[in-house]
Nanobody, 125 residues
Framework: VQLQASGGGLVQAGGSLRLSCAASGGTFSGYAMGWFRQAPGKDREFVATIARSDATDYGDSVKGRFTISRDNAKNAVYLQMNSLKPGDTAIYYC????????????????????WGQGTQVTVSS
């Protein structure tokens, strides 16, 4: 599967952005999906994940502010980001993991086998 992330940009603190990740070349409904981010000088970190069943999990720093969702008809996964903070500034990557398990989701980068190119999110104070 190939992934293309989009929707990043510059936003003021407290604002919102919606990231999209379009998938092609695979059976999208057979994948668990995830979002990760990498800030300058820092390791890539887990943001959110969604199972084939729509079960979700979030990193502690984004719980209550970010929402991951998927639309299998459009082969897409989304990340709605609200109440953005300067600390959310990073390149955001979407990732896919083929799985036969309907309710499985994944928090580790090593568990994913396809990655998008990343989209820059910058939050100004």
């Amino acid at each position: 599967v190939q992934l293309q992330a989009s929707g990043g940009g510059l936003v003021q603190a407290g604002g919102s952005l919606r990231l999209s990740c379009a998938a092609s070349g695979g059976t999208f409904s057979g994948y668990a999906m995830g979002w990760f981010r990498q800030a300058p000088g820092k390791d890539r970190e887990f943001v959110a994940t969604i199972a084939r069943s729509d079960a979700t999990d979030y990193g502690d720093s984004v719980k209550g502010r970010f929402t991951i969702s998927r639309d299998n008809a459009k082969n897409a996964v989304y990340l709605q980001m609200n109440s953005l903070k300067p600390g959310d500034t990073a390149i955001y990557y979407c990732a896919a993991r083929s799985t036969p398990l309907n309710r499985a989701y994944y928090r580790r980068q090593s568990e994913y086998n396809a990655w998008g190119q990343g989209t820059q999110v910058t939050v100004s104070s």
